[in-house]
C-alpha cells in the first residue's frame, strides 16, 4: 500500500486491481461511506449517486491521462472547502492537486474500477483507518504503483522517448547475438543451461516470460 | 619587528600589482606553479590583472570544455606557452548514437590554430570530435617532435594512415589512446611501425575499435618497450597473445582481446597474465575461461567485466575472490545477489559502473538490479566516490541508504529502465532529497526515471540541494514547468545541463536557463518543442549561443558514426557560453537562433 503525505502533498490513492475483489469493495465502499458521515472529519457524503465517469486510463502502466471531464455531481465548478457534498474537480489541472483547506486534511481520490470519487478536507487522522479497512478488503490485492496519481498531461502529449544505449555496449550486444545464432552450442547453451546450474534453488525470476525484446536502435 | 605576521594591509601590498610590490613576479611564479586545480587556478587568474598574466604563463595544462565556447585564437594569446591541452567537441549525447555525424566539433581550426605557435606543446586530448588525416598530418609536422601524449578519445574520420604518421614521426611518444574511435581500416602497418621506432611507450589504447592487428607486433611492442604498462586492445584472440604476455613484464592494465573457441579452457590454459597486472577486461570471457583470473584475483584493483558472457552466479563466483578491488564495471547480469558479493567482499571499492544489458530476457538471467543490490553495495562500500548504475526496481529507502553510507560520493547517477512495469516505491521525492543532503562532495549527478518518478517537489528538491553540484542529467522529471522554475531557482552552482524526456515548455526552459547563474551549457532533448523553437529566444542575451534541431522525421535517416541510424525524431536544443559568436559551420538541419539585430 503506497501512502505518501509529503509537506506539500496529501495524496492517498487505492486501487483494486483485480476483479475477484469488486464486489468486496463495493460492500467496503458502502461501509466506508456510512464509517466517515458518522466520523464527521471530512466532507464526504453519500458515495451513492455517483454519475458514471469516463473510464480512467488502464492502472497498469501506459501513461497518464486524467479524463477531461468528470460527471459526479453536475454543475459544481469551485470546490468549497466546507460542503458537505461530495466535491468535483471539473478542471483536470485541478484534479489530485495540492491540499485545500487545513493543513490537517487534504484531498482523497479514489480510483476504482473506471470510476474516481474525489474527497476534499479529508482528515489525515482518518487515513490510517481507511487504508485498514481497505487492506482487510482487497486483501493486498492493491495496486503499488503510483504513477497514475501523477497528473502529468504533458507526457501524455510527447511521444515516449526510448531510453538511448551507450555505443559500446550496443555494438558488444550486436556481437553476441551474432555469435549466438553463428555458432549455436556455446552461448545458446550457456543461457539455457543456467536452469540446470541454477537447479541448487537461486532465484529464478520468473514471470517475465515471453516477452518479445523491441530492437534498440540505439 | 621581526618574527611578526605581516598585517593584512602589507601582505596586499606584497601581493598587489603595484611597482613597490614585495614580492617580485619570479616568486609569484614560483607560487602559481604549485597550483594545479582548474578551479583554483581560475580564481587566481580573477584576482588582478598581474595574476592574470602570471597564471598565464604558468598553466600547464587547459581543458576548453567545449570546443566552441572560444576560439583557437583566444587560447593562443592567453596561453602561449601551454603544455597540454584538452578539447571536447560533441554532445555527450553522441556516445548514445543521438547525434548524427555532420553535427561538427571539427578538430581542423584547432590544429591549425594551435600546432605551430603552441611551442611548448606536448599534450593532446581531443574528446568527441571529427579529425581527418590532414589534420592529425598537420600536428604531426608542427609537434611530431616532442609530442608525448596524444589522446582521440571517441573520435572519428581518421584513418590507420594517420596512425603510421605519428608511428614514424613521434619518438618521445608516451601515450598513444584511441578508445573508441571509428577509423578506417588500411591495414595493421602501423603497429609495427610503431614498435619499430618507439621504445618509451607506456600506454596504447585502441579498445572499442575495429582495428585489426597482428600479435607477433604486440609482442615486438612489449620487446622495444620496457616501460608498456597499460595495453588494452581491440578483438584479438588471447591465446595468441601468449608471447606478448611473457615480453611484457611490466604490465599492469590489460583490456581487450577476445576468447573464440569457447567451452575448451585447454587453448587458454597457456595464457598467464605478467606478474604485475592489476586492471583487467577480457572481452567474450565465459564461465569456462574464468578460471584463468583465479591465480591474481585477489591482486585485482580493476575489473570490467562488461563485455563477459559471465552469469551473475559467475560474477557471484568471481568477485568473492577480488577483495582488493577499486573499479569494478559490470552489466546488469550481476544482479542483486552479485551486488551483495560486492558489498560483502570489496570493501576497498570507489568506482561502480553497473551498465544495462539485453533487455531480452532469454540472454540475461537475473531479471536486472534493485534497490536491494544497491543498498547492500552502500552498506558494504564506505568508499565508494561513484556510483553508475541502470536499475529496475528501486526505492526512497535504497537512496537515503546510499546517501548515509556513501559519504564521499562525488558523482551519482541512476537510470531506471523501463522494462518493468512495477516500480516499488515512487515517486522517489524524499530519497532524492535524502540522498542530496547526505552527499555534500556530490559533483556530477544524473537522474533518469520515468513518468511518476519525481513529482515537481521532488524536482524542486533537487534544485534547493544541489549543493555544489556542477554537471546533472535528468530525465524523465517534474511534472509542470513549476517544477522546473523552483529547480532551477535552487542550482546556483549548476554549471552543465543535460534534461532528455521532459515535459516542461520551450518557455519554461528559456526562464530555467536565466535562473541559474554558474549554467554555461543546456542540452535538452524531447520536451514540449514548437516547429520553431520561438520561445527559447526568451534565453537570449550576449555571448550566449542557442542552437536549435527541429522535430522532423528525416531524421530518421541520418547515420550516426558508427553506421546506425539515429531513430530520435524528437527536437534538440543546445545553448551554451559563448566568446566565439556563432557558430559558422553548422549543419542545415541545426538552426542557430537569435534575436533580429
Request: proline share 5%; glycine share 8%; charged share 25%.
Amino acid at each position: 500500500m503506497t501512502y505518501a503525505e509529503g509537506e506539500g502533498s496529501g495524496k492517498t490513492t487505492m486501487a483494486a486491481a483485480k476483479e475477484s475483489s469488486k464486489s468486496s469493495f463495493a460492500v467496503t465502499c458502502g461501509l466506508l461511506s456510512r464509517y466517515l458521515r458518522e466520523n464527521k472529519g471530512g466532507a464526504l457524503q453519500g458515495l451513492a449517486g455517483l454519475g458514471m465517469a469516463p473510464p480512467a486510463t488502464a492502472i497498469e502502466g501506459g501513461a497518464f491521462q486524467p479524463p477531461t471531464t468528470m460527471n459526479l455531481l453536475s454543475g459544481l465548478e469551485d470546490p468549497k472547502p466546507d460542503t458537505v457534498d461530495v466535491e468535483l474537480a471539473v478542471d483536470k489541472g485541478q484534479l489530485l492537486q495540492a491540499p485545500t483547506g487545513n493543513q490537517d486534511a487534504h484531498q482523497l481520490t479514489i480510483f476504482y474500477g473506471g470510476k474516481v470519487v474525489v474527497v476534499d478536507n479529508f482528515p489525515s487522522t482518518e487515513v490510517k483507518a481507511l487504508l485498514q479497512m481497505a487492506n482487510a478488503a482487497g486483501d493486498g490485492a492493491v495496486d503499488r504503483t503510483v504513477p497514475q496519481s501523477m497528473p502529468g498531461p504533458a507526457h501524455s502529449d510527447l511521444p515516449d522517448l526510448p531510453i538511448a544505449r551507450r555505443n559500446s555496449l550496443h555494438r558488444f550486444l550486436e556481437k553476441r547475438k551474432g555469435r549466438i545464432t553463428a555458432k549455436a552450442p556455446y552461448q545458446a547453451n550457456s543461457a539455457s543451461s543456467a536452469p540446470s546450474k541454477q537447479a541448487n534453488g537461486d532465484k529464478f525470476w520468473l514471470g517475465l516470460g515471453q516477452e518479445v525484446a523491441i530492437k534498440q536502435e540505439i | 619587528m621581526g618574527g611578526e605576521v605581516p598585517s593584512p594591509r602589507r601582505l596586499t601590498r606584497a601581493l598587489s600589482s603595484d611597482s613597490t610590490s614585495y614580492l617580485p613576479d619570479e616568486a609569484l611564479h614560483l607560487v602559481l606553479a604549485h597550483v594545479d586545480a582548474p578551479r583554483d587556478r581560475e580564481a587566481a587568474s580573477l584576482v588582478c590583472r598581474r595574476w592574470h598574466r602570471i597564471d598565464a604563463l604558468t598553466r600547464k595544462h587547459v581543458t576548453v570544455g567545449f570546443c566552441y565556447a572560444a576560439r583557437p585564437s583566444r587560447l593562443l594569446a592567453r596561453f602561449p606557452t601551454l603544455e597540454s591541452l584538452a578539447i571536447k567537441g560533441k554532445p555527450r549525447a553522441a556516445m548514445y548514437g543521438l547525434i548524427p555525424d555532420d553535427w561538427g566539433a571539427y578538430a581542423a581550426p584547432w590544429v591549425a590554430a594551435l600546432a605551430a605557435p603552441l611551442d611548448c606543446l606536448k599534450a593532446l586530448k581531443l574528446r568527441r570530435m571529427a579529425v581527418s588525416d590532414d589534420d592529425v598530418a598537420a600536428l604531426v609536422r608542427a609537434r611530431g617532435h616532442m609530442l608525448q601524449e596524444l589522446r582521440l578519445d571517441k573520435c572519428s574520420g581518421f584513418s590507420t594512415d594517420a596512425l603510421r604518421l605519428v608511428a614514424r614521426s613521434c619518438r618521445s611518444l608516451r601515450t598513444l589512446f584511441l578508445e573508441e574511435c571509428s577509423i578506417t581500416d588500411k591495414g595493421g602497418e602501423w603497429l609495427h611501425e610503431l614498435a619499430a621506432n618507439n621504445s618509451l611507450l607506456v600506454t596504447l589504447n585502441f579498445y572499442m575499435t575495429e582495428l585489426k592487428v597482428a600479435p607477433a607486433d604486440l609482442e615486438l611492442l612489449a620487446k622495444n618497450c620496457k616501460s608498456l604498462l597499460s595495453l588494452k586492445i581491440s578483438e584479438c584472440d588471447l591465446s595468441d597473445l601468449v608471447g606478448f604476455f611473457k615480453a611484457a613484464n611490466a604490465l599492469e592494465d590489460f583490456a581487450g582481446g577476445a576468447f573464440y573457441e569457447v567451452g575448451e579452457l585447454t587453448k587458454y590454459e597457456k595464457v598467464k597474465f605478467p606478474p604485475r597486472v592489476c586492471f583487467l577486461g577480457l572481452t567474450y570471457m565465459g564461465t569456462n575461461e574464468m578460471p584463468v583470473i583465479f591465480p591474481f584475483s585477489a591482486s585485482l584493483k580493476k575489473l570490467d567485466l562488461q563485455y563477459t558472457f559471465l552469469t551473475t552466479e559467475d560474477h557471484c563466483q568471481l568477485i568473492s575472490k577480488c577483495p582488493n578491488l577499486f573499479v569494478l564495471e559490470v552489466r546488469n547480469v550481476i544482479g542483486d545477489r552479485g551486488l551483495q558479493v560486492v558489498g560483502d567482499t570489496c570493501k576497498k571499492l570507489r568506482r561502480l559502473r553497473i551498465e544495462r544489458g539485453d533487455d531480452d530476457p532469454g540472454l540475461e538471467e537475473e531479471q536486472g538490479v534493485s534497490q536491494l543490490g544497491l543498498t547492500a553495495v552502500a552498506v558494504g562500500c564506505r568508499d565508494l566516490e561513484y556510483i553508475a548504475a541502470y536499475v529496475s526496481d528501486i526505492t526512497n529507502g535504497a537512496l537515503e541508504s546510499i546517501g548515509t553510507f556513501c559519504q564521499n560520493l562525488y558523482d551519482f547517477r541512476l537510470v531506471l529502465l523501463d522494462r518493468q512495469k512495477q516500480v516499488t516505491d515512487l515517486p522517489l521525492d524524499n530519497g532524492v532529497r535524502a540522498l542530496l543532503r547526505s552527499c555534500t562532495k556530490l559533483r556530477r549527478f544524473a537522474f533518469y526515471l520515468r513518468p511518476g518518478g519525481l513529482s515537481d517537489t521532488g524536482l524542486e528538491y533537487i534544485g534547493q540541494y544541489s549543493g555544489n553540484i556542477q554537471y546533472m542529467l535528468l530525465g524523465n522529471v517534474g511534472e509542470s514547468d513549476l517544477g522546473l522554475i523552483r529547480f532551477a531557482i535552487g542550482c546556483t552552482n549548476l554549471r552543465k545541463l543535460e534534461l532528455r524526456s521532459c515535459c516542461f515548455s520551450e518557455r519554461a526552459l528559456s526562464l530555467a536557463v536565466l535562473q541559474m547563474p554558474s549554467l554555461r551549457y543546456i542540452w535538452v532533448q524531447g520536451y514540449k518543442a514548437s516547429a520553431t523553437g520561438l520561445e527559447l529566444l526568451h534565453m537570449a542575451r550576449p555571448f550566449w549561443n542557442i542552437e536549435f534541431t527541429p522535430p522532423s522525421p528525416e531524421s530518421m535517416l541520418r547515420m550516426a558514426v558508427d553506421g546506425e541510424p539515429c531513430v530520435d525524431t524528437q527536437a534538440q536544443v543546445l545553448a551554451y557560453r559563448s566568446l566565439a559568436g556563432q557558430r559558422s559551420d553548422c549543419p542545415d538541419w541545426v538552426t542557430p537562433l537569435h534575436p533580429a539585430a
